[in-house]
């Protein structure tokens, strides 16, 4: 059977199956309020988010990269599984990913969730190794490679070198934190009231990191704070550039982080390959340009920066080969023997 790769996001839960991503939808449900019964997953309770009366409650049981609500994450993860692989009687195995630097607790969470939803046998990697395999760096020789994944919740910074990890850092900021800031604006600038799906809206259309050399404006609808009525404004890119700055500068000050406590030697093949710059939070306008700008490195957008961890994790589950550290444990570099 093709390896499965599983990547449970804040934002985004991803199936992969060999080569192909099977399933792609939101990490949120709907549950009755009073007895937290589901009713809808993905695709269908995301399009209820803020629409739903008092006996429906929609749920996110990701924040963070972690499970927040292990009850519902199971029944998503369950059904999700089960439209994916059907009747089977045969519990696979998952290659299942998790942030850099996953405590033991969080990483026996993410087991129990898995297993109860009908995997046999569970195997983690770290999302910056996964997300490497995907884009198809060889991280196995002596050679130093940076990927940054951006993902809903966090952000992970991982240098690679000989197929372990030699530095590596997880950022509690993501891009659902633009979400965030853009309300904050939103509310602080025109006196109205925006939800979360029309932040992210906002994000999509004229989301910008950087000032775009052609300022793009859109219509967006809230309730005005002082009448209690709708309202409609008008937003630009440069004003969600200012509103998400502190977000994206958080970003890439992860990233130097990461670089400073990392060997010059390895700095030094940084310089040349440049930043591998992958995750759902890389796609907003000017995100590569402005963490070029700030490290001073070239900055490569990969193919597929939405699935590249799914896939990965996909692949390292059919070829165990990819992993030098044996049994799919993934270490720190300092922890490999190299034999002489």
């Known amino acids: 059977m093709p390896g499965i790769g599983l990547d449970i996001g804040t934002s985004v839960t991803t199936i992969a199956v060999g080569k192909n991503v099977v399933l792609c939808e939101p990490s949120v449900v709907s549950v009755e309020t009073d007895t937290f019964e589901p009713l809808k997953y993905g695709s269908e309770a995301y399009k209820m988010i803020g629409r739903t009366p008092d006996r429906i409650t929609t749920v996110c049981p990701i924040e963070r990269g972690v499970i927040a609500n292990f009850d519902v994450a199971e029944q998503m993860l369950r059904h999700y599984m089960r439209g994916v692989l059907g009747n089977k009687m045969v519990r696979p195995r998952i290659m299942v990913t998790a942030q850099g630097g996953v405590t033991a607790v969080q990483r026996k969470s993410l087991t129990d969730v898995a297993v109860s939803a009908g995997a046999r046998v569970i195997d983690f990697i770290e999302a910056p190794i996964a997300a490497a395999i995907g884009i198809g760096i060889d991280f196995t020789t002596p050679h130093g490679s940076i990927v940054v994944d951006i993902g809903g919740g966090t952000t992970d910074v991982a240098v690679l070198s000989m197929g372990g990890l030699a530095q590596c850092e997880s950022a509690k900021v993501g891009s659902k934190d633009f979400d965030e800031a853009i309300i904050r604006y939103v509310r602080k600038e025109h006196n109205i009231l925006i939800g979360s799906r029309t932040a992210e809206n906002i994000k999509k259309h004229v989301g910008s990191v950087i000032m775009r ?87 490569n957008l990969t193919n597929n920066p939405f699935n590249c961890v799914a896939l990965g994790a996909a692949k390292a589950c059919e070829d165990p080969e990819l992993l030098n550290n044996g049994d799919f444990e993934t270490r720190m570099l300092n922890d490999l023997k190299i034999n002489n």
Do not use: H, W
Request: include cysteine.
């Open 213 to 299: 050399p052609v300022d793009v404006v859109m219509k967006a609808k809230g309730r005005n704070l002082f009448s209690g009525l709708p309202q409609v404004f008008e937003i630009s890119s440069n004003d969600v550039c200012e509103a998400i700055s502190d977000i994206s500068f958080a970003m890439c000050n992860a990233v130097q982080s990461v670089l400073e406590k990392t060997p010059p030697e390895m700095v030094g093949d940084i310089a040349t390959d440049g930043i591998y710059l992958t995750g759902g939070g890389a796609l907003i306008y000017g995100m590569p340009q402005m963490l070029g700008a700030y490290t001073g490195t070239p900055v």
